[in-house]
């Protein structure tokens, strides 16, 4: 019988960190990933994200996007950044449920709804 693949609505956080943890951990990467080494990693991936719209219009991006193959390409992308995402969190040993809510706690202060409810500003231009 084979594992059930886990969906956002089943894996929790330290579900994932543990997996990557243990890929990690089989391959003997942890000495290569100090913090400047994942952050790097985390850079490049999130480049690699932003080349799927450089010089393309919303249209042709909508486009893209409906190509199943170019859309799981993207979805790779994401997960790469999601990878080193969480492996920071875990090297570092910050939660990352608890400091994504404390930065959106904070985002909320800086961006009330009534003054930022469809603008695009920055919170210092509100």
Known sequence: MTTPVP????????????QIKEF???R??????F?????????????EVLEHFRFRSNEEIEQRLANGALRRDLGHE???VLYF???MCA??????????????????????????????????EL
Do not use: C
């Open 28 to 33: 003997d990467w942890d000495q290569f990933h």
């Open 91 to 124: 090297n570092l040993e910050m939660d990352a449920s608890q400091i994504l809510e404390e930065k959106l706690a904070l985002s909320r202060q800086r961006y009330p709804i009534d003054q930022a409810k469809g603008k695009n500003l920055k919170y210092t």
């Open 35 to 47: 913090p400047k080494d994942l952050a790097i990693g985390l850079a490049i991936e999130a480049g």
């Open 78 to 80: 994401l997960a790469d």
């Open 85 to 87: 995402t969480l492996l």
């Open 24 to 26: 990690v951990r089989e």
């Open 7 to 18: 969906s956002d609505s089943t894996a929790t956080v330290s579900q994932l960190k543990a």
